[in-house]
């Protein structure tokens, strides 16, 4: 009887414990929520964290495709980066070297979401602008 009447005294104490630790660590009316920050943006990802790239560019597959006055572009559509002539890595080219350097880094989102592939003759120079 006696470890009965223990094991009911040991429930009641936990039992208040517990509603005084809630009552304690409830959230008062009118207290805003706690928000946590984020790891960053995707305008912070370097390329030296994956998950970040990886999750920039899924938020980056589900927003419209943005463009950079290089609607032209999208014939290369399917295009193997080994396969331009120079001409045509030159109209690449030509809208890389137009936009400012912290564009560089979104318009190689936009040329992956739509499947276009830099050509090989412009890959460093985009690489360069991306790295900064």
């Known amino acids: 009887m006696d470890i009965f009447i223990i094991g009911i005294g040991s429930l009641l104490a936990l039992a208040i414990i517990a509603a005084i630790a809630t009552k304690f660590t ?21 390329g030296t964290d994956e998950k970040c790239e990886q999750v920039c560019m899924m938020e980056a597959a589900t ?18 980066s080994d396969q331009y002539t120079d001409e045509e890595a030159e109209e690449f080219a030509t809208v890389l070297y137009t ?14 979401l739509r499947e276009i592939n830099v050509p090989n003759q412009i890959k460093d120079e985009l690489i360069t602008m991306i790295e900064g």
Do not use: T
């Open 26 to 46: 409830k959230k008062k009316e009118g207290e805003p929520d706690v928000v946590m920050p984020e790891s960053g943006d995707c305008s912070s990802c370097d």
């Open 63 to 80: 927003r419209d495709i943005e463009y950079y006055d290089d609607e032209e572009l999208d014939r290369f559509r399917g295009r193997q």
């Open 99 to 112: 936009m400012q350097p912290h564009e560089a880094k979104g318009w190689n989102r936009s040329l992956i």
